[in-house]
């Protein structure tokens, strides 16, 4: 049995459905956070083995870029959750619902 | 010279815009000398023109000047145009010649009055309009001038409208009149529809070729005749003009005597090719209509005691006999009576004004008596008026009212008959009226019926009733003069006294009905005519001069009560009218307005659902974007190949 | 023998998502990302590409994770959600609907798809493992070197970005005093907390 790029890409899959679901579930902003960071893990994982496949350095490169973005993403984020959370603990993404129409 | 035709309306246009910005600051009296000498100028401009035709060829006699395109929109392109042609030529004539006078006049009766300016400016105004309605080269200027005239009727009516009655009359008459429009409007559409223009031009001569159907000719007809009749103040739409009295005198005859009312017969006459081939009926209810109102009018004015309104009864008269012409085939005889008419009713109605200035401001004529004393320019210029009107020869009247009458036996005796009838009715309460104020003993200091203060006539007897100013009896000499030469136009001794029959051959199309009575019938008619108009004058003057035949039997309340038409029509208004009304006004809020309504109530129960999607809420958001993953995902995958 | 290695990466990777769906502790979901991340690290180094494998541990499972526990450390986050019960109608079946569906629907595209990848293949060539880090270096600053700098640029505007958003709007910031550190620990929700991982000092 020889380990091919479909396992991957299967395993990437199944990951990134796990924290689809996730996002959905969960009413905590830090572990809806975490899920998001388990999609762009499978997504990292999609491109190296792909790169790998292809031979090509690029889905390397991508993921770098992906990591650097990540970070920042959750640089702001996690200030954003501070800003909003820092009012009550306990407080959950329900409450957050002044945009409602 | 043709091409300065512009120059016609252009000037009253002028003068209109000057008096309405600067008439306040040029002030009285410039501001009407400004209006008269403009319309002195529209005059010898349409003296120039004519000149100019009279001196081609008959075949030569039409030219369109046009000034630019006003509306060019695809099919329909209608242009700022004259059609200068004999018809045209002829009304001008007698708008901008009566037209000056009248301002000429108005400068001595509006002398005092607060809206001076803004008379002569509405005064300009309305000769404009006159003057692009007769002028226009097509259907759509001619009902540009319509609207106008009907515009400045209101404007003028109400000119005192600080007194309610004097703006209800104004409303009246354009609410009336607006009826006619509607009428003109679908003939508009109609002509539009059919010829692909509203071209005189295009549309006259493709009817004389004989390319348009009874059906259509029939329809545009009928539509030009309702709007002629709102316009002309025939029956049913008549029942302004009585009010409209309520106007100063010159704008009573200018307005509603010598132009504005003359508009439904130029129209019919201008439109004679489709009269001509639409079904044999439209002539006729043309003719009977014209002479019914004739009669009931007649009876009418002989019971009135306001000598403003016996004259605008008489005025619906003798626009009854212009229409009996039209419907008879007789177009040059309408067209010969609207320029004698022009003239003697004008005349009538100037004087009319002095005698009432003379008696500061009293219209009742059973305060009058002997004026001729105190008014003797007044006094003959009347009489001039009135033996024209009556039909006496050889003063203009009579000629033109004998041809009414040789057509109308040419047609139907029974039309003759109700016409010599409405002849003999006309001799006599204009007699009445002469008789009632210039003949006898002033009856201005006898007690009237009703008065309580004892006192009152006494005091009245110091008055005395003044001449009144050149500007104001010039005119009136003026037109006297035309009262009784203008029938020498058309004399109906042989053709080349016909002068204004051949005048008027380009404009006719040969639709003109050739006469089937031979020469003794026509003398037979004309002096039963004339005998007629005599025993109409010895009645009244038996009645009312010399008291030997009572008078109630001739005052019948209910000619003075108008056949009771207006209180009928008012309480029809009222009562079921404004249910109908009501009803109307009760749909169009709950039908058409609740569709509107509930379109919009509709869409807020749609976006109430909708809303629900928005609850603010993140996971939701989220979930969305995650079912639109998943579509697109699904929808990529069944479309591409893999 | 890759197969093995593949199969346990996989494993860890899988039992950590879960870990993190269904940890009712915060602390224990970030614990549980702490080893996904490895089994990720551990993938790639399967798959030749060791650089990323190194930054994967150090930049996500070190300092990504670790802010994620500043975070809820400071800010007491640390309750554990009750997942027994959904507040939001409906919420869970339209999950399951959507997580399902794509795991489904990425399941058939590997299934269904028959020529296999289509895509060009070429460009930057892949190295071996040894070499990748030198590859990924020339790659990053000869080629791409702008977007390298943009990226840097978007990290310094992310970090001003997070102080601006999480410091307290009343009054301007004050200084951090030199003793303050040790004096605010029993603290946690102190005024000058960075917890957007800038280094300590504040304007």
Redesign the interface.
């Known amino acids: 049995?020889?380990?091919t790029?479909?396992?991957?890409?299967?395993?990437g899959?199944?990951?990134?459905?796990?924290?689809?679901?996730?996002?959905?579930?969960?009413?905590?902003?830090?572990?809806?956070?975490?899920?998001v960071?388990?999609m762009l893990?499978a997504v990292?994982?999609t491109f190296?083995?792909?790169?790998?496949?292809?031979?090509?350095?690029?889905g390397?490169?991508s993921?770098?870029?992906v990591?650097?973005?990540?970070?920042?993403?959750?640089?702001?984020g996690?200030?954003?959750?501070?800003?909003i959370?820092?009012r009550r603990?306990?407080?959950?993404?329900?409450d957050?619902?002044?945009?409602?129409? | 010279m043709v091409d300065l035709i512009w120059l016609v309306p252009a000037l009253p246009l002028a003068g209109f815009i000057v008096l309405i910005f600067a008439g306040r600051r040029i002030g009285e009296p410039g501001a009407g000398w400004l209006a008269t000498g403009v319309m002195g100028g529209s005059f010898l401009a349409t003296l120039g023109v004519f000149i100019d035709m009279a001196g081609r060829s008959t075949h030569d006699r039409r030219a369109v000047v046009t000034l630019f395109e006003w509306i060019p929109a695809g099919d329909l392109s209608v242009d700022i145009g004259f059609l200068v042609d004999p018809l045209s030529i002829t009304m001008c004539l007698f708008i901008t010649g009566v037209g000056a006078l009248i301002h000429l006049y108005s400068v001595g009766y509006m002398h005092g009055d607060d809206g001076f300016a803004r008379f002569f400016a509405y005064l300009n105004l309305f000769m404009f309009a006159m003057l692009m309605l007769v002028l226009g080269d097509s259907l759509l200027l001619t009902f540009l001038g319509w609207e106008g005239v009907g515009a400045c009727s209101y404007l003028l009516i109400s000119f005192w409208f600080t007194e309610p009655a004097n703006a209800t009359a104004g409303k009246k008459a354009f609410v009336t009149n607006r009826i006619g429009d509607w009428g003109f409007m679908v003939a508009m559409f109609a002509t539009f529809f059919t010829f692909g223009s509203l071209n005189y031009v295009d549309v006259l001569d493709a009817s004389t070729a004989g390319t348009v159907a009874q059906g259509t000719a029939t329809l545009i007809a009928v539509m030009l005749l309702v709007g002629a009749v709102g316009k002309s103040a025939q029956f049913p739409l008549y029942l302004w003009l009585p009010d409209a009295m309520a106007g100063p005198t010159p704008v009573s005859a200018l307005i509603h005597a010598a132009t504005m009312v003359t508009s439904g017969v130029y129209l019919l006459t201008r439109m004679n090719p489709l009269i001509a081939d639409s079904a044999g009926w439209v002539p006729d209810m043309v003719a009977w209509l014209g002479v019914g109102t004739a009669l009931f009018a007649a009876t009418i004015a002989m019971a009135q005691t306001d000598i403003k309104k016996v004259l605008a009864y008489s005025t619906v008269s003798q626009l009854g006999y212009m229409f009996l012409a039209v419907g008879s085939g007789a177009y040059v005889a309408a067209v010969f009576h609207m320029v004698t008419h022009a003239f003697f009713k004008a005349l009538l109605f100037l004087g009319s004004g002095s005698v009432i200035h003379g008696m500061d401001g009293d219209q009742d004529m059973r305060h009058y008596g002997g004026l001729r004393r105190f008014m003797p320019v007044t006094t003959g210029t009347f009489v001039v008026g009135w033996l024209a009107i009556a039909g006496v020869p050889p003063f203009s009247g009579f000629w033109s009212k004998d041809e009414i009458l040789t057509f109308a036996w040419n047609k139907s005796p029974v039309l003759w008959a109700l016409g010599l009838l409405t002849a003999v009715l006309t001799a006599f309460y204009m007699t009445r009226l002469i008789a009632l104020t210039f003949a006898g003993e002033s009856r201005y200091a006898e007690q009237r019926t009703g008065e309580e203060d004892a006192e009152a006539a006494t005091r009245r007897a110091d008055h005395t009733p003044h001449e009144s100013p050149r500007t104001m009896t010039a005119p009136l000499v003026v037109l006297a003069v035309l009262a009784v030469v203008a029938g020498f136009v058309q004399l109906p001794f042989s053709s080349s006294t016909r002068w204004l029959e051949h005048w008027l051959e380009p404009s006719l199309y040969a639709n003109e009905v050739h006469l089937g009575t031979g020469g003794a019938t026509q003398v037979l008619l004309a002096a039963i005519a004339v005998v007629g108009g005599l025993v109409g004058i010895g009645v009244a003057v038996a009645v009312y001069v010399k008291g030997r035949i009572a008078r109630e039997p001739f005052e019948q309340p209910i000619f003075a009560d108008a056949w009771r038409i207006d209180r009928s029509v008012a309480a029809f208004m009222g009562g079921p009218g404004r249910r109908g009304f009501e009803a109307t006004n009760r749909f169009d809020g709950q039908v058409v307005d609740g569709a509107v309504y509930g379109v919009a109530g509709l869409v807020r129960r749609l976006a109430g659902v909708l809303r629900m999607f928005h609850n603010g809420m993140v996971r939701t958001y989220a979930t969305g974007i995650g079912l639109g993953a998943v579509a697109l995902l699904a929808w990529f995958l069944t479309r591409s190949t893999l | 023998m890759e197969v093995a290695v593949f199969t346990l990466g996989a494993v860890i990777v899988l039992s950590g998502g879960l870990g993190v769906l269904l940890a009712r502790n915060p602390v224990h979901a970030a614990l549980f990302l702490v080893q996904t991340l490895f089994g990720v690290a551990v993938l790639f180094v399967l798959l030749e590409a060791t650089f990323l494998a190194a930054v994967q541990v150090m930049v996500y499972a070190g300092a990504i994770v670790i802010l994620f526990l500043f975070v809820i450390m400071l800010l007491g986050v640390d309750r554990a959600d009750d997942l027994g019960i959904e507040p939001i109608a409906g919420q869970r079946p339209m999950a399951a609907v959507v997580g399902v569906s794509l795991a489904g629907l990425l399941a058939t595209v590997l299934l269904v798809a028959v020529d296999g990848l289509t895509g060009a293949r070429g460009g930057t060539p892949l190295g071996d493992a040894g070499d990748n880090t030198r590859r990924l270096g020339e790659a990053l600053f000869t080629d791409m070197v702008f977007a390298v700098e943009l990226t840097a640029i978007l990290l310094t505007v992310a970090v001003v970005g997070a102080v601006a958003l999480a410091r307290r709007l009343s009054g301007p910031m004050q200084p951090l005093p030199v003793v303050a550190i040790a004096e605010s620990d029993d603290q946690p929700t102190e005024a000058d907390d960075e917890p957007a991982g800038a280094t300590g000092e504040d304007s």
């Open positions: 049995m020889v380990v790029t479909g396992w991957y890409l299967a395993l899959a199944a990951l990134f459905s796990m924290g689809a679901v996730g996002l959905l579930v969960r009413r905590n902003p830090l572990v809806m956070f975490m899920c960071e388990l893990n990292n994982l190296v083995s792909l790169g790998a496949e292809l031979g090509d350095l690029g390397q490169l993921v770098f870029f990591l650097v973005v990540a970070a920042a993403e959750v640089v702001v996690l200030a954003v959750i501070v800003a959370m820092r603990s306990g407080a959950t993404v329900d957050l619902s002044v945009l409602g129409g």
